[in-house]
C-alpha cells in the first residue's frame, strides 16, 4: 500500500508473514502461497539466485563468483558451475501468492497504535506464527497466528499495577493528521478517556522524536494511562525524520531538510488545539535527544505554542557539536545533520540550533536534563542552553528547570520503577506549569482546580 514499509519477514514452507508499517502503526499481513511456489525447500534441488544461478540444496555445484570466472569450493570438496538455465531459474523465483490477509489482533481492531514484536518462529513447517503486541491502551500480549485464516489467538498477557481495574472499553486511540507548512500531513497517534470533551480545558502532551529514520513506538506505558485515567491526552506527532512513512519521510526530515521536523511540530500543537482536544494554557511538547533538539527549536521559533517543553539529554548544541570531529558520533552523523565543513550545510545547522537561536523573548515552562556519563549528548550541551536562556530570556518566561544526574546515561533512570519516577517528576512540573492543584480525578469526568 501507498505510504506502508517492510519492516521484517518470517518465511514458512506455505505462506509468508510480513510484519508492515504504516501511518497508523504497525501490522502483518500473511502471504499464503500457490502450489508453484511451495517448492523452496521441498527437495527440489535448486535454489535460484538473482544472476541467473542455482544453488544445489544437496550440497554438489553450482555456486558462481561474481566475476563468473573459476569456481569455489564447497564444504564437501566439489565445485560450482554456473548454470546454463538462468532465465529459467529467474522465472522460477517468483513467488505466486494466492491469498492476503491482514491479521486482527484483539487490542487493536482499528489497527491504530499497535506495537508488533516478531517471535522466534524457527519451525518451517509451524502452522502457527508467534508474535507480542501492545498498543497505547492494550499491555504487551503473546499471540499464535494461524497462518491458514489468519485469526489469532491470545496465549499471555502480561499484568501490571492497576490491571485489576483496567478497561480496555474505557479508553481510545485514534489517527489524527496535522498539515505543515508546505502542506505535508503529518500523522499523529491519539490516546485518551472515551467521550472526552473536545472544550479545549483538557492537558495533553505532544511527544516527538524525528530523526535517523527511526519510528516514535506507541507502546504501552502505565505512567501515560495514569495521566490519561486524569483526563490528559497523549499525543505521538509522527514528524519527518523518522521512518513511519518510509524511506521518503527520513529523507524529509534530515540534513537540509531538518526544519521540516520543527515546522510538523508546530502544525501537530496548531492541530490538536484547534480540535478542541487542548489549549495552549495546558498543553505540552516532550523529546528526548534529538527529539529534544525539536523541543528547543519549538521553543525559539514558536515560543506561544504551548504552556511547557520537556527536553531529555537534548541535542541543542549541534552546530558547535558537529564541527568537533574528535567527538565519537560526529563524522558517521554527516548523513543526518549534514557535512558541517562544508559552509552552506553549517549555515543551514546554525539557522535552527537551539543554543546559538535562544532570544530576548517569553519562553514556555521548560525542563531540561543532563545525565553526566552520556556519550551520545554531553551533559554540556542542556546546561548551556539553560545558561544562556537565563541570561536572555524575558522576565517574563515560565520556570526554567534543568536536572542533572550524575549516575546515569543517556537513557534514564535505571532499574525496575526508575522510568516510572522520570514520569512522576515530569507530571509533577506539568502539574505546576498548567497551575494545576491536582493532577485530575480519576472518574468519569475530570474537573481541573486552578490557582
Not at 192 to 211: E, M, N, Q, V, W
Request: glycine share 10%.
Amino acid at each position: 500500500d501507498e505510504g506502508s514499509k517492510i519492516e521484517d519477514i518470517d518465511i514458512f514452507r506455505e505462506h509468508v508473514a510480513v510484519y508492515e508499517r504504516t501511518a497508523a502503526g504497525q501490522r502483518v499481513r500473511i502471504l499464503s502461497l500457490s502450489n508453484g511456489s511451495k517448492n523452496l525447500s521441498n527437495g527440489s534441488k535448486s535454489l535460484p539466485l538473482d544472476n541467473g544461478s542455482k544453488v544445489l540444496s544437496n550440497g554438489s555445484k553450482n555456486l558462481p563468483l561474481e566475476n563468473g570466472s573459476k569456481s569455489l569450493p564447497l564444504e564437501n570438496g566439489s565445485k560450482n558451475e554456473k548454470s546454463s538455465k538462468g532465465s529459467e531459474s529467474r522465472s522460477s523465483s517468483r513467488l505466486a501468492v494466492e491469498a492476503s490477509r491482514v491479521v486482527t489482533l484483539g487490542e487493536a481492531s482499528s489497527g491504530v497504535g499497535i506495537t508488533i514484536s516478531p517471535g522466534a518462529n524457527c519451525d518451517f513447517d509451524a502452522p502457527v506464527l508467534r508474535v507480542s503486541a501492545c498498543s497505547p491502551i492494550s499491555p504487551p500480549a503473546v499471540y499464535d497466528i494461524s497462518l491458514k485464516d489468519a485469526s489469532a489467538s491470545l496465549l499471555q498477557r502480561r499484568p501490571f499495577p492497576g490491571s485489576e481495574s483496567y478497561r480496555e472499553g474505557a479508553y481510545e486511540c485514534y489517527l489524527e493528521w496535522a498539515v505543515s507548512d508546505d502542506g505535508t500531513k503529518v500523522p499523529m497517534t491519539v490516546t485518551h478517556k472515551k467521550s472526552l470533551p473536545r472544550d479545549g480545558t483538557r492537558p495533553a502532551i505532544l511527544f516527538c522524536y524525528g530523526a535517523y529514520g527511526q519510528c516514535l513506538e506507541t507502546d504501552f506505558e502505565v505512567g501515560h494511562l495514569a495521566l490519561i485515567d486524569r483526563g490528559w491526552s497523549i499525543v505521538m506527532c509522527h514528524v519527518r525524520g523518522g521512518g513511519e512513512l518510509g524511506a521518503r519521510w527520513h529523507h524529509e526530515g534530515r540534513e537540509k531538510n531538518k526544519r521540516n521536523g520543527i515546522l510538523d511540530l508546530a502544525a501537530c500543537c496548531t492541530a490538536v488545539a484547534e480540535s478542541g482536544l487542548s489549549s495552549r494554557e495546558v498543553m505540552a511538547v516532550h523529546g528526548a535527544s534529538a527529539g529534544g533538539l525539536l523541543v528547543a527549536a519549538l521553543a525559539n521559533e514558536y515560543p506561544d505554542a504551548v504552556a511547557a517543553c520537556i527536553a531529555k539529554v537534548p541535542f541543542v548544541d549541534i552546530a558547535n557539536t558537529m564541527q568537533d570531529d574528535t567527538l565519537a558520533l560526529t563524522v558517521h552523523e554527516y548523513d543526518e545533520w549534514g557535512n558541517v565543513t562544508e559552509a552552506s550545510a553549517l549555515d543551514y545547522v546554525k539557522s535552527y540550533s537551539p543554543y546559538g537561536n535562544v532570544r530576548a523573548q517569553r519562553y514556555p515552562h521548560m525542563m531540561l536534563t543532563a545525565s553526566f556519563n552520556d556519550t551520545r549528548v554531553g551533559f554540556w550541551e542542556p546546561a548551556k542552553l539553560a545558561a544562556k536562556l537565563r541570561a536572555v530570556a524575558s522576565d517574563t518566561s515560565g520556570t526554567l528547570l534543568l536536572i542533572t544526574s550524575f549516575e546515569n546515561g543517556h537513557f534514564g533512570t535505571g532499574g525496575r520503577v526508575g522510568h516510572l519516577a522520570d514520569l512522576a517528576r515530569e507530571a509533577a512540573f506539568l502539574q505546576r506549569a498548567f497551575k494545576m492543584t491536582s493532577l485530575g480525578v480519576s472518574e468519569d469526568k475530570c474537573d481541573f482546580e486552578c490557582k
